[in-house]
């Protein structure tokens, strides 16, 4: 079984500073990792996802995501974050050999960008 | 090509009552899954569904039902609704299951008990 831990309920920042979303997951077979965003009143959309290949995965709107096995970890980063960004951020992790399980999501962080 | 759509969007029931929730995933989506969002427990995977096939079940009690239609549409059923069932409900749609994470969410629906 996997898990996941998003450290930061909350994170305010001001606008066009950068910011790090931080996920740390539990698994005992190899790992594929997501980021999911959500906007208020909306369902959630796929940021980026890591599968294979390289560790360091860009996604939409500026986003990137490092993944980090010795460290479990797949923390998300954007350089210079919008009044825009403004929304709540879910980590999600399933298993790579396990067939088609269902994702586990963290309970979310809260980005508030501050004009 | 249209999103994912859920009817109804605002759902107010009293305890004891059932409750029917519907999803439209975009054409040509095959798995639909349902997961059920509340500030404290986060997101929680409810079923999947592939062709019309449960093929996986998260960790729910049987009051939690649902069923896929052969033009994919998914219906999930809450029966003798309890208090701790208001939440916001999401479905969600891809081609072949959510593992590979190309999912698309719909805007949930939102149901409320008194």
Redesign the interface.
Do not use: E
């Given at each position: 079984a996997q898990s996941v831990t998003q450290l930061d309920s909350q994170v305010p920042v001001f606008e066009e500073a950068p910011v790090e979303l931080r996920c740390n997951y539990s698994s005992s077979v190899s790992v594929?990792l997501?980021w999911?965003v959500q906007y208020p009143?909306?369902?959630?959309?796929?940021l980026l996802?890591y599968?294979s290949g390289s560790t360091l995965v860009k996604g939409i709107n500026g986003f990137e995501a490092e993944f980090n096995k010795s460290q479990t970890s797949f923390h998300l980063r954007k350089p210079s974050v919008h009044i825009s960004d403004t929304a709540e951020y879910?980590c999600?992790v399933?298993g790579s050999n396990?067939?088609?399980?269902?994702?586990?999501?963290?309970?979310?962080t809260r980005l508030s960008v501050i004009a | 090509k249209a999103g994912v759509t859920q009817t109804p969007r605002y759902l107010i029931k009293t305890r004891g009552q059932q409750v029917t929730l519907s999803c439209s995933p975009i054409s040509g989506h095959r798995s639909v899954s349902w997961y059920q969002q509340t500030p404290g427990q986060g997101l929680q995977f409810l079923f999947e569904y592939f062709s019309e096939t449960q093929r996986n079940k998260g960790n729910f009690p049987g009051r939690f039902s649902g069923r896929q239609f052969s033009n994919s549409r998914s219906e999930m059923n809450v029966s003798t609704l309890e208090l701790g069932d208001s939440a916001l409900y999401l479905c969600a749609s891809s081609l072949s299951g959510p593992h590979y994470g190309t999912q698309y969410f719909g805007p949930g629906t939102r149901l409320t008990v008194l």
């Open positions: 594929y997501f999911y009143n909306q369902g959630l959309q796929l996802k599968l879910f999600a399933t396990s067939g088609n399980t269902p994702l586990v999501f963290g309970k979310g | -």
